[in-house]
């Protein structure tokens, strides 16, 4: 994949969904992608009320959800024998890189020295 595209964490979902980042932060990319397992995290995540769990669907149904295929699983499994990280993020890391794919996240420590492009919207 070329162009303007991203995959956002799922922390970069949650700071969108409690507007304490702009929906404008998005708006930079031509397509905007999550992880089947950025999707399984968030959906999986105890609501305030019916209404927040509403929100967040409707926010992340505009979202294209990449699946886990043999690339993704291939470049996990290098990821995980160079790196000690978690399974689920080394996945996401996966997804961002098979994909070429700018990975959006606060959480830039969790994927130092992984061969992924990172945009920090905070900085």
Same mark, same amino acid.
């Given at each position: 994949?070329?162009?303007? =595209?991203? +995959?956002?964490?799922?922390?970069? /979902? #949650? !700071? ?8 404008? @932060? ?30 967040? =669907?409707? +926010?992340?149904?505009?979202?294209? /959800? #990449? !699946? ?8 996990? @499994? ?39 492009? #990172? ?5």
């Amino acid at each position: 994949m070329t162009g303007n =595209k991203a +995959l956002l964490d799922s922390n970069v /979902i #949650i !700071y969108l969904a409690k507007r304490e980042m702009p929906l404008e @932060i998005i708006d930079q990319f031509d397509d905007i992608c999550i992880s089947v397992i950025t999707y399984m995290e968030i959906l999986g995540f105890s609501f305030f009320d019916q209404e927040e769990e509403k929100y967040i =669907k409707e +926010l992340i149904s505009i979202f294209n /959800i #990449i !699946y886990v295929d043999q690339k993704i699983a291939d470049i996990t @499994i290098d990821i995980r024998k160079r790196k000690r990280i978690k399974l689920p993020n080394a996945i996401i890391a996966a997804t961002a890189i098979s994909h070429d794919l700018q990975f959006v996240t606060r959480n830039v420590a969790d994927f130092e020295n992984i061969n992924v492009k #990172i945009l920090n919207p905070f900085d």
